[in-house]
């Protein structure tokens, strides 16, 4: 055990029989950190890590003692080295990360290092559930077929995970079909009190994680703390290096009352998704607490822990009670495991409701659930809640204003070959689908009762609608098999097409062809209901303009009714047999009946035989063959794996960062700019830089496959770059789409073409963006195309959080302009020369100058935020990344 315990506690915990070294935050209240008992639980967790790594080095006395201040002020600026037990991964974000530790060994080796020292040093699971598509739907088979073409598309990227986890120590992957790797992580993986063996002992303590998934996140609902981090990140910690952070600010959710009938855990989180946002998050935590937590299963909690990122958190944590140990018994857990978590959280205080009153936090919201309403969110952000009473009318409004439609509201399409037609509103998808909701049963069992009632009163989904359901886990099949309500759903049309993340990642697959043409030929605002968390414009589908996240018995209701314009708490869903109106509150399904059904359904032998065999995957998966070896044989003719450029000519010392002179500006970008627009993501259009560099490679359109399924190659993904459809770069008036105009001749160019050209001409670049720069998903691509593009800064109004760090870790200054300058404010439009002096002198947070030179000759500089926020942040920038900074480092060791 490394720790100093410069506060005398490292203690025993004897659980049942068992003996454990655990690091007693009462101990240390006792020995020198005064009031530590009120902090937070998940401060109480950060601070267990630091006592827990204290070296003198990374971590010091004062680090420790900064949770002390924290009470005091209830904010820091104070810089720790936080390192989590695990690491998480999704096969998109995770096939990238792999591929840059195969050639960090290739690179070490160049160096004259020993290759095995790039090896996992933390423990890492890699999920694949981002790859399955809804190709067929609506059919017995449909799971059959996606599953097979998955297969067919993949096999590349699977040969190669399955490499990885030959070759690498520490790395394990569950295989395709089996789940969502935050739904696997909550129900299996996940322990909530960590244990390791270390010199004959075995220690305990929280378990702790990152991920390459913003929606980590989730399993804060199992007190596991986690969130979400770039593939750069990622790589670092399981490569021994610390998450460099900022103790940070703790706002508290207080909850109080009970749900009322009728309203759902995603009706909650939508809510509080709304009420966060307004307040403000962006790098905080949240923690909920309250006697409302006594009102809400852990699969509740979960839910609302999960949309984390979409209210702007770090992350959203639940203390362990007994709740918790209930879901761990429910899910089959080791029942020593289970005491061990009980033991271990009330011997360090973390076991509510045994507080000394209600934790100090930073600030506090409240909201009382039994004014929790039936609600959506959209139709471009999660954050638009709008009440189910009120839906109707809010899209009216949205057609109206965001899509200028209001004059054609009631203008129909025929579908060609068929009896009907389609119009504005109509809702041409509705998905079961995403982390968020099919992890918690009241909602999946709710959808299936509903389904039921439906059935009985002679209502069908409407023709156009594309109807599926793509659970997180194999288990949610099984309960809703033994509450016979799988065959409910099927008669509908929702049923099986996969284990995995489907429709809220865009892959919700393609149209029927005489759906899609109508839309597009008649200009359609088509919608889309989904039980997701994520709706951003081009996102969903690119035949659909307006996307609703809804619980999924709502999403089986909008399926019911077919259009945003149905008013479903005054207008009936549908018509029975007798053509007498149905209405929704006569087939929505009671709250008891819903728990009663949760309590018949549900078991823990399912999770146990469901996770029996986690690994061994199905026959597809065994029956690929991979030969082993230290470092990976790349294959030239790959379109999907290929060795990335980021090590070519690397030597033992860095150059020194330069400033930036005469830089050009490759992209204008407003606020809100997503990494869902920045990164590559989606289908790969034909006549785009992307396709046609796989035309170039003999690759046919039908088997372009997706960008996030290319991950693992950079010619593809940096062509994909600032390429989303939705994108609107403000240099070119009312154009959509990855489009930039390259100075001096201002020719309009795709972002790519333009990129190259400068390069080619020894031009430096910079981006410039509005306010929360980098919102959404934990891309590492949005960063990593952004560096193989030679952007050198990005120059905004503010920062996501992952995606500033993300920037960072590949070498990409960011900058933020001082309050009150924007780009408007400026007058910029793209044509001007940037320059940016003390970068080759920096320091954490310094303030730069900006000169920007207009067309007409004339300057203005500006100052502008160094978003480098830490000391390690800038060692990483001066390595000119965060993987050239941890090869060295090992290389040298």
Known sequence: MASLDSFKCRRTLDVDGD???YFD?????????????????????????????????????????????????????????????????????????????????????????????????APVDLVIDHSVMVDAFGTPGAFKTNVEREYERNGERYKFLKWGAKAFENFRVVPPG?????????????????????????????????????????????????????????????????????????????????????ATATDLVLMVVQMLRKRGVVGKFVEFFGDGLDHLSLADEATIA??????????????????????????????KRVKLVEAYSKAQGMYRPDYNGDPVFTDVLELDLADVVPSLAGPKRPQDRVALTEASDAFAMSLANEFDKMAEAHRRVKVEGTEYSIGHGDVVIAAITSCTNTSNPDVMLGAGLLARNALKRGLKVKPWVKTSLAPGSQVVTDYLAKAGLQD????????????????????????????????????????????????????????????????????????????????????????????????????????AEIAETVREAVTPEMFAQRYADVFKGDDIWASINVEGG???????????????????????TPDAPRDIEGARILGLFGDSITTDHISPAGAIKADSPAGSYLQGHQVPPREFNSYGSRRGNHEVMMRGTFANIRIKNQMLDGVEGGFTKKFPSADVKPIYDAAMAYQAEGTQLVVIGG???????????????????????????????????????????????????????????????????????????????????????????????????????????????????????????
């Open 178 to 262: 089996t789940g969502i790797c935050h739904q696997v992580n909550l129900e299996y993986l996940a322990q909530t009190v960590w244990t390791k063996d270390e010199d004959g002992e075995t220690i305990a303590y929280p378990d702790t994680l990152v991920g390459t998934d913003s929606h980590t996140t989730m399993v804060n609902g199992l007190s596991v703390l986690g969130w979400g981090v770039g593939g750069i990140e990622a790589e670092a910690a399981m490569l021994g290096q610390p998450v460099s952070m900022l103790i940070p600010e703790v706002i508290g959710f207080k909850l109080t009352g009970e749900l009322p009938e009728g």
């Open 25 to 121: 935050l009462k101990e240390a209240e006792k020995n020198g950190l005064a009031g530590i008992s009120r902090l937070p639980a998940s401060l109480k967790v950060l601070l267990e890590n630091l006592l827990r790594h204290e070296d003198g080095k990374t971590v010091v006395k004062a680090d420790i003692e900064a949770m002390v201040t924290w009470l005091q002020d209830k904010t820091s600026n104070h810089e720790i080295a936080y390192r989590p037990a695990r690491v998480l991964m999704q096969d998109f974000t995770g096939v990238p990360a792999v591929v840059d530790l195969a050639a960090m060994r290739d690179a070490m080796a160049s160096l004259g290092g020993d290759p095995t020292k790039i090896n996992p040093l």
């Open 771 to 893: 306010k929360e720069y980098g919102t959404g998903s934990s891309r590492d691509w949005a960063a990593k195309g952004t560096r193989l593009l030679g952007v050198q800064a990005v120059i905004a109004e503010s920062f996501e959080r992952i995606h500033r760090s993300n920037l960072i870790g590949m070498g990409v200054l960011p900058l933020q302009f001082e309050d009150g300058v924007t780009r408007e404010t400026l007058g910029l439009t793209g044509d001007e020369h940037v320059s940016v002096a003390g970068i080759s002198s920096l320091s954490p947070r310094d303030m730069l100058d900006v000169t920007i030179t207009f067309a007409d000759g004339h300057s203005e500089t500006v100052k502008a935020m160094a978003r480098i926020d830490t000391e390690n942040e800038l060692e990483y920038f001066r390595n000119g990344g965060i993987l050239h900074y941890v090869l060295r480092n090992l290389a040298a060791a």
């Open 630 to 652: 230290l470092t990976y044989t790349w294959d030239s003719t790959s379109t999907y794996v290929q060795n990335p450029p980021y090590f070519e000519g690397m030597s033992m």
């Open 306 to 335: 999960n949309m984390a990122p979409e209210y702007g958190a770090t992350c959203g944590f639940f203390p362990t009670d007994a709740e918790t140990l209930a879901y761990l018994t429910a899910t089959g857990r080791d029942p």
């Open 19 to 21: 003996s454990y070294v």
């Open 488 to 591: 409910d759903l099927d008669a509908l049309g929702f049923n099986l097409v996969g284990y995995g993340c489907t429709t809220c990642i865009g892959n919700s697959g393609p149209l029927p062809e005489p759906i899609s043409k109508a839309i597009k030929e008649g200009d359609l605002v088509a919608t889309s209901v989904l039980s997701g968390n994520r709706n951003f414009e081009g996102r969903i589908s690119q035949d659909v303009k307006a996307n609703y996240l809804a619980s999924p018995p709502l999403v089986v209701a909008y399926a019911l009714a077919g259009s945003m314009n149905v008013d479903l708490f005054n207008d009936p869903i549908g018509f029975d047999e007798e053509n007498e109106p149905v209405f929704l509150k006569e087939i929505w399904p009671s709250n």
